[in-house]
């Protein structure tokens, strides 16, 4: 395949090379951090680099604010996901979380190393090319699982391609489509992408890796972070879609997973999380309850005082006599 070696995509080579020689510095225990903001073009979510590797002593470990998978085009050489170092060749994929730290560079006798490098934040993805109900559901939240910060130890996932023809006609397509900007082209981007995710989920299935559905074990596991998220945060304003962007599902389709799973909706376990919090400071100390409203999150007491009734079937004040 010469064609992706003939796109001539000048401005972001220069842009992405720039970046890296800006950060550059050896590993000494410093971390950068690349943003979205220097590789995305104006109004887009989406990137397409391809990048020549430099050797270990000029290597760049890095994190990033976006979601990037990692395809090895040609060549040979090292990819480092946080503690953990992988021996790379062509047709390897990885999926980098945002956070995670990584680095690819070549060996001593390795002559080349070439990545295709997909950028793109949660929300590039449009739910409406995304039938949750079957394949791309199962991709998603298998391969971008470990969003949360308490699962960060999620770092990648890593495949070796068996079709290698189709996914460089893919990402020739991909490229083409990128840098000619043609009318529609953030539309194809989409598609192209889910593509290259759904292929990538059929060579796992075929190599074995999952022999049953993981979507019931996956969607809990996410879930449960969602969960733990309102708990650890109940008094604060969290809106349903930071929630769906940090599982990497549309709105309406976590909203429906964490009804299923919970019997609540998430609003109705963020009223149950603060009114229980709010019970328990009632019985427990002796601050005044348009305080203890406050402290658990409500700005209006009549708003406090109507969701605690509601859900106690009795007042605040009365339920402070009883104790």
């Given at each position: 395949m010469r064609g992706l070696d003939k796109l001539n995509n000048t401005?972001?080579?220069?842009?992405?090379?720039t970046i890296k020689s800006y950060y550059h510095e050896e590993m000494c225990g410093v971390d950068r951090i690349l943003y979205g903001e220097s590789f995305f073009r104006p109004r887009e979510l989406f990137s397409i680099?391809?990048?020549?590797?430099?050797?270990?002593?000029?290597?760049?470990?890095?994190?990033?604010?976006?979601?990037?998978?990692?395809?090895?085009?040609?060549?040979?050489?090292?990819?480092?996901?946080?503690?953990m170092e992988y021996r790379v060749g062509r047709g390897d994929v990885f999926i980098i979380n945002d956070g995670t730290k990584h680095a690819f560079y070549r060996g001593e006798t390795d002559d080349e190393l070439i990545t295709y490098n997909l950028l793109f934040k949660p929300g590039f993805i449009d739910d409406?090319?995304?039938?949750?109900?079957?394949?791309?559901?199962?991709?998603?939240?298998?391969?971008?699982?470990?969003?949360?910060?308490?699962?960060?130890?999620?770092?990648?996932?890593?495949?070796?391609?068996?079709?290698?023809?189709?996914?460089?006609?893919?990402?020739?397509?991909?490229?083409?489509?990128?840098?000619?900007?043609?009318?529609?082209?953030?539309?194809?981007?989409?598609?192209?992408?889910?593509?290259?995710?759904?292929?990538?989920?059929?060579?796992?299935?075929?190599?074995?890796?999952?022999?049953?559905?993981p979507r019931p074990r996956r969607s809990?596991?996410?879930?449960?972070?969602?969960?733990?998220?309102?708990?650890?945060?109940?008094?604060?304003?969290?809106?349903?879609?930071?929630?769906?962007?940090?599982?990497?599902?549309?709105?309406?389709?976590?909203?429906?997973?964490?009804?299923?799973?919970?019997?609540?909706?998430v609003y109705q376990y963020g009223q149950q999380m603060r009114i229980e919090e709010a019970s328990r400071l009632i019985k427990n100390t002796d601050k005044a309850l348009g305080e203890i409203a406050r402290e658990v999150g409500y700005t209006d007491y009549k708003t406090f005082f109507s969701a605690f009734r509601k859900l106690k079937e009795v007042s605040p004040q009365v339920y402070r006599d009883l104790k």
């Amino acid at each position: 395949m010469r064609g992706l070696d003939k796109l001539n995509n000048t401005r972001l080579r220069i842009s992405y090379a720039t970046i890296k020689s800006y950060y550059h510095e050896e590993m000494c225990g410093v971390d950068r951090i690349l943003y979205g903001e220097s590789f995305f073009r104006p109004r887009e979510l989406f990137s397409i680099v391809r990048h020549a590797e430099v050797e270990r002593d000029q290597w760049f470990y890095h994190s990033h604010d976006f979601l990037e998978i990692c395809y090895v085009y040609r060549g040979s050489g090292f990819h480092r996901i946080g503690e953990m170092e992988y021996r790379v060749g062509r047709g390897d994929v990885f999926i980098i979380n945002d956070g995670t730290k990584h680095a690819f560079y070549r060996g001593e006798t390795d002559d080349e190393l070439i990545t295709y490098n997909l950028l793109f934040k949660p929300g590039f993805i449009d739910d409406r090319l995304l039938p949750f109900d079957d394949f791309s559901s199962l991709s998603l939240s298998y391969l971008f699982e470990g969003l949360w910060e308490d699962e960060s130890q999620m770092v990648g996932l890593r495949l070796s391609m068996g079709n290698l023809n189709e996914i460089d006609l893919l990402l020739n397509d991909m490229s083409l489509e990128y840098n000619n900007a043609f009318s529609g082209y953030q539309a194809i981007l989409r598609s192209y992408l889910i593509q290259f995710i759904v292929k990538m989920m059929r060579v796992l299935h075929l190599k074995g890796e999952e022999l049953e559905d993981p979507r019931p074990r996956r969607s809990l596991s996410l879930i449960e972070s969602a969960v733990k998220h309102l708990q650890a945060n109940y008094a604060k304003s969290i809106a349903i879609e930071d929630l769906a962007r940090k599982s990497f599902f549309s709105k309406n389709y976590f909203a429906r997973l964490f009804k299923e799973t919970t019997g609540m909706t998430v609003y109705q376990y963020g009223q149950q999380m603060r009114i229980e919090e709010a019970s328990r400071l009632i019985k427990n100390t002796d601050k005044a309850l348009g305080e203890i409203a406050r402290e658990v999150g409500y700005t209006d007491y009549k708003t406090f005082f109507s969701a605690f009734r509601k859900l106690k079937e009795v007042s605040p004040q009365v339920y402070r006599d009883l104790k």
